[in-house]
């Protein structure tokens, strides 16, 4: 931890600056009959060395906002609205330079798929090595030990060994843990994480989420997981934000949200994930598919599979607005639904 | 319980507007028009096209009438507007009329080519093991020859003619067909839907007709169509060497040919049959592009 | 929008039954399969044990979940099954008769008492197909008039809950992930199976719409008397469906028990870490050790004897030495069987269970 640029340290001087602030942000892609809006209006705020997770189904707009805090939606053609902040520093005014030394640098990013970050035809070894000497200026012998240190991070077993190996030489564990490695080498300020263990099987999801969190935790490091699944947030995550149809419809305490949550969407998703224990009864079903983001109602977007719905939640979309300290959530009749949950 | 469960993917339907159903070709089609590059290149395809089948009625003068007054005569003359060939007869008219021959020797190998390379191809991935086998591994043979090479062998071996070199000109596109319609449908039948087919007892001549064959027809056809391309300038090539038609039939190649002795009295006019070969080679990429582009599924 | 299976007109008969409610619907015995890779240009070739003697029966009404992590070999087993990958050993016995060996394989009529529903992909549904000519097609295929069969194929969308008014000349890529899955198992369901294999059925869906289909499959279980073969990695889907577990590791089943008593009391380790290593939907409940380290090991090089045993945290010589058998646990026949020397008896491992000498006598 001994080479920061000014900017950054400055910001963790201060305490409680957030390490990421977004405000505003909008991203809409080019489809066959105009502009998609994917996100509307995500507003998000996490404190440094906390663990955010963005919990939301196919088409909720949780990748696209992951993407967007390193800038990487510019190169995709979408358009982006709004503000994002990493450490005080707004990503959207960056230069294509300055991006590409921010990620990797003071931003780690992990992919769902290594193989799609990982290049096949270089010695693991030798690209994390690569990614320490051009961030850090330092010689090749000094990034190859970092290298070494980082793999007895990860606890991949033989490092030595494996520093020599190519991608697709290493199991799908191994890959991922070498990916953490990578995104960890430049010891970052924010760990961005996609999905990162969908693809794994189980005995080997719950090693590397339990990994990543032991690392967030030792180094300080903040982290915004992007998931589908309810139990891989409950294990890692400090807050949660809901994400729905391109907003965050429920943000607060991971515990808040997921033992006690407020929006009949997020209600219904606690209740329909199945449990063994529900055997012989019927699921708490939410009707409908994940929303088609181009073709939205007026109103709420939930309001089509909501269980809860009145007349005008057809006709306003509903704000954020707390319902209890850090804990805030957008229905118009949150308040008023019944405390307990339906099952 | 029993039958409610009707209600459960309707809900949303209810408030969301339909979206409009349209047949896959009617979607692709749209999707081409979509592409101005595309619908250009198809555009100047057409007019060649529509000229070369009404050559009689749209040629300005005979393309077989010389007049030694009018050799090698420069673009803009008034009886002959994009100047006369060697023997003084009008350009323009060999240009229409060459299309005919010209067009009809890039097209036919090709369909040949779709037809029996696609039909050898859809048995071998659709049969699989040995005949699969015994199939790819004789059209590899033929992979063995840079293909105008192959051309050049066998229409010479039988000698120049049209017919003779329709048919050297198929033999080189029924191995890369072949060999692309083998993939699709290798690819095809390992889908699902296939399998699911299979399952269900239905007869491997059932199958292919109803589940396979309007899969990979699409991909094979544009890729057949791509081959024109190179159809267009191998057929040039073999009018060029004098392994096509006998002059005086009007020919791109066979005109390029004559006129290249003239090409410094007459650079532009011996320029003209090239920039047609030229024109319609990259006209036929463009559109079986834009095809393939118009093709790929997607929401 | 009342839809029952009992008063729709189906255009086929149901295949009948031959050996009684005490027969087993599906006899799957010493089932074997090896992929063979070759290894680039001068390398040798590898075989993969993808399946290597795998045993299991389903019973009439019974739903059999088989769980295991990939490469574990379910999914072979479920394509060995249903006879789209040829055996290399191996019989299926259906309802008491032969279905398929390696030599012989039934056709006609009785081939469609098994049917398989795939895990939902854009390639799962002909995309050139209409709704109604994708569930027409089997029920055609058996000889039903087109005209009857594309009714019939109507009165299945609105059984799968896709009202066939509007859903009926759609194409597969204007639905949504959850109602292509409804279309898989209508299709499935078209020509009267009386076994449906269902491989990762609800894997692909968002956990929404999981629970609709899940709900959609219990119910058409119950309306048709379907029995089912669920291989699913959830472990929470397949406790929630299943009567009977199947635990597969590396192509072998290491157990197999009634799902309640699978799920109380798990006799393999593997089983006991695979349980572990799910996560907790509680936050203030999370797991606090990985239950077990590293990778599962490449199939093509499995470890001698037990193949856990690298991985296993109460492995010892006896397991390296040879394979442990399938073996039952209990003397009461509940049918609970696990492979692991440290679960039976006078194996030599130092935690197998001492037993008294009578019931030793008289198991040998």
Not at chain 2, 11 to 28: C, D, F, G, N, Q
Not at chain 2, 243 to 269: E, T
Not at chain 3, 56 to 82: D, F, H, N, Q, W
Not at chain 3, 197 to 208: C, F, Q, T, Y
Request: hydrophobic share 45%.
């Amino acid at each position: 931890m001994n080479i920061h640029d000014p900017l950054s340290a400055s910001a963790r001087a201060g305490a409680s600056a957030p390490i990421l602030d977004i405000s505003g942000l909008a991203v809409a892609y080019r489809g066959g009959a105009g502009w998609t809006q994917v996100v509307r209006g995500v507003e998000l705020s996490l404190d440094p060395g906390r663990c955010l997770v963005l919990l939301g189904e196919s088409g909720s707009g949780k990748s696209v906002t992951l993407r967007a805090i390193v800038g990487l939606l510019r190169e995709e053609g979408a358009k982006v609205e709004g503000r994002v902040r990493v450490g005080g520093q707004d990503v959207t005014s960056l230069t294509s330079a300055e991006l590409l030394r921010m990620r990797g640098g003071r931003v780690g990013f992990i992919f769902q798929e290594p193989m799609t970050a990982l290049d096949p035809v270089f010695r693991i070894g030798h690209q994390i090595a690569e990614t320490i000497v051009q961030h850090r200026g330092v010689s090749w012998r000094e990034a190859m030990a970092k290298a070494r240190e980082l793999f007895d991070l990860v606890q991949i077993p033989s490092a030595e060994r494996r520093l020599q190996a190519y991608p697709n030489e290493l199991s799908g564990g191994l890959r991922q843990r070498a990916m953490i490695a990578m995104a960890m080498s430049c010891e970052p300020e924010l760990l961005l994480a996609d999905e990162p263990t969908t693809a794994l099987d189980a005995t080997v999801q719950i090693q590397v989420l339990l990994l990543l969190r032991e690392i967030q935790k030792e180094r300080g490091t903040a982290m915004v997981f992007v998931t589908h699944d309810l139990g891989v947030a409950a294990e890692i995550a400090d807050e949660v934000a809901v994400m729905y149809a391109g907003r965050i419809v429920e943000h607060g305490d991971a515990g808040q949200v997921l033992l006690n949550p407020a929006h009949p969407y997020t209600r219904a998703l606690t209740n329909c994930v199945v449990q063994g224990s529900y055997r012989d009864r019927r699921l708490g079903e939410l009707t409908g598919s994940p929303p088609d983001v181009s073709r939205l109602p007026p109103g709420c977007s939930f309001a089509p599979r909501c269980i809860s719905r009145a007349d005008d939640c057809l006709r306003t979309e509903p704000a954020r607005r707390d319902m209890a300290p850090g804990h805030d959530v957008a229905c118009l009749h949150a308040g008023s639904l019944s405390a307990s949950r339906p099952d | 319980m029993h039958g409610t469960f009707g209600e459960t993917a309707d809900a949303e339907t209810a408030i969301i507007p339909e979206m409009k159903h349209h047949s896959y070709s009617r979607v692709v089609l749209g999707r081409f028009m979509r592409q101005p590059v595309a619908m250009t290149a198809a555009g100047i395809l057409l007019v060649i096209i529509l000229a070369a089948i009404f050559a009689n009625y749209v040629a300005p003068a005979d393309p077989f009438q010389t007049r030694v007054a009018r050799r090698l005569a420069e673009i803009g003359t008034p009886d002959r507007w994009l100047g006369g060939d060697e023997l003084g007869r009008d350009l323009l008219s060999r240009l229409i009329y060459g299309g005919r021959i010209s067009l009809s020797m890039a097209v036919l190998p090709v369909a040949v080519g779709l037809f029996v390379g696609g039909l050898l191809g859809i048995l071998a991935g659709y049969a699989g093991g040995r005949t699969n086998m015994a199939i790819m591994r004789a059209m590899d043979v033929f992979y063995a020859f840079p293909s105008i090479l192959l051309a050049v062998a066998i229409a010479g071996a039988l000698g120049p003619g049209l017919m003779n070199a329709v048919l050297a000109l198929s033999m080189v596109f029924i191995p890369p067909i072949a060999r692309m319609a083998e993939s699709v449908t290798t690819q095809v039948r390992s889908y699902e839907f296939v399998i699911a087919a299979r399952l269900s007892g239905a007869s491997t001549a059932r199958i292919m007709r109803e589940h396979v064959l309007s899969n990979v027809a699409g991909p094979i056809l544009v890729f057949a169509s791509s081959q024109v391309s190179v159809s267009i300038i191998a057929a040039s090539g073999l009018s060029f060497l004098g392994l096509g038609v006998a002059p005086p039939n009007p020919d791109w190649g066979l005109m390029l040919s004559a006129l290249r002795q003239s090409i410094y009295v007459n650079p532009w006019v011996a320029a003209l049959p090239g920039a047609m070969i030229f024109i319609c080679s990259v006209c036929f990429n463009l559109v079986s592009d834009g095809v393939r582009r118009a093709m790929e599924v997607r929401r | 929008m009342t839809v029952d299976f009992s008063r729709m007109q189906a255009p086929l008969p149901l295949i009948e039954d031959h050996g009684g409610p005490q027969q087993p619907l599906l006899i799957a015995s010493g089932l074997r399969k090896e992929f063979r890779l070759s290894d680039g240009l001068f390398g040798g070739r590898t075989v993969v044990h993808a399946v290597d003697d795998l045993s299991l029966t389903v019973g009439k009404g019974e739903t059999v979940g088989i769980v295991g992590e990939s490469g574990c070999g379910k999914s072979t087993a479920a394509r060995l099954i249903a006879g789209i990958t040829p055996a290399d050993d191996g019989e299926i016995i259906f309802d008491g008769e032969s279905f398929w060996t390696p030599r012989a394989r039934i056709d006609g009529e009785r081939r469609r008492a098994i049917q398989m529903v795939f895990q939902d992909s854009a390639s799962s549904l002909n995309p050139r197909m209409t709704l109604t000519e994708t569930l027409a097609f089997g029920p055609r295929a058996h000889g039903v008039s087109t005209e009857k069969a594309r009714a019939y194929a109507r009165d299945l969308l609105g059984a799968v809950g896709l009202p066939p008014a509007r859903f009926a000349e759609r194409y597969p890529i204007q639905l949504s992930g959850g109602q292509r899955q409804r279309v898989n198992i209508a299709r499935a369901l078209a020509i009267r199976p009386r076994l449906l294999i269902l491989d990762e059925p609800v894997s692909a869906l968002d956990k929404s719409v999981e629970a609709q289909v899940l709900n959609l499959l219990v119910d058409l279980r119950d309306q048709l008397g379907l029995s089912y073969l669920f291989i699913s990695h959830d472990l929470n889907v397949v406790r929630y469906i299943a009567d009977r577990v199947v635990v597969m590791y590396l192509g072998q089943i290491v157990e197999e028990a009634s799902s309640a008593d699978i799920f109380a009391a798990p006799r393999h380790p593997y089983t006991r870490a695979l349980f572990a290593s799910k996560p907790s939907p509680d936050p203030r409940k999370r797991v606090s050790a990985p239950p077990l380290t590293g990778d599962p090991p490449d199939p093509v090089n499995p470890p001698s004897g037990c193949r856990f045993r690298t991985r296993c945290p109460i492995a010892e010589s006896v397991c390296a030495a040879s394979r442990p058998p399938l073996a039952a646990m209990d003397v009461g026949g509940t049918g609970h069987r696990a492979a692991c020397w440290a679960a039976l008896p006078g194996s030599g491992h130092s935690l197998s269970p001492r037993v008294p000498a009578s019931v030793l006598g008289s198991v040998q």
